[in-house]
């Protein structure tokens, strides 16, 4: 999924809790939320990020949210 406040400010995540920014120039990808799940949306307004996900358990799977200001 991706999201932005414009075209050169993208919040970017997916499969095993990838979450990346794109800032117009650089790409930061956040290595320390790397894990066995999955972050299936993610909105931005201005300066606040949050994105919902679930970590894979083939029994009780958890609810994962992710909230951050850059």
Known sequence: RVRGNAINDLVIVGEY???GHFNDMT???YEELRGYGRLVSVDQQNNFVVAVGYL???????AIVIRGRR
């Open 17 to 19: 809790y990838m979450l």
């Open 27 to 29: 790409f930061k990808h």
């Open 56 to 62: 894979f358990n083939p029994i009780h799977s958890q």
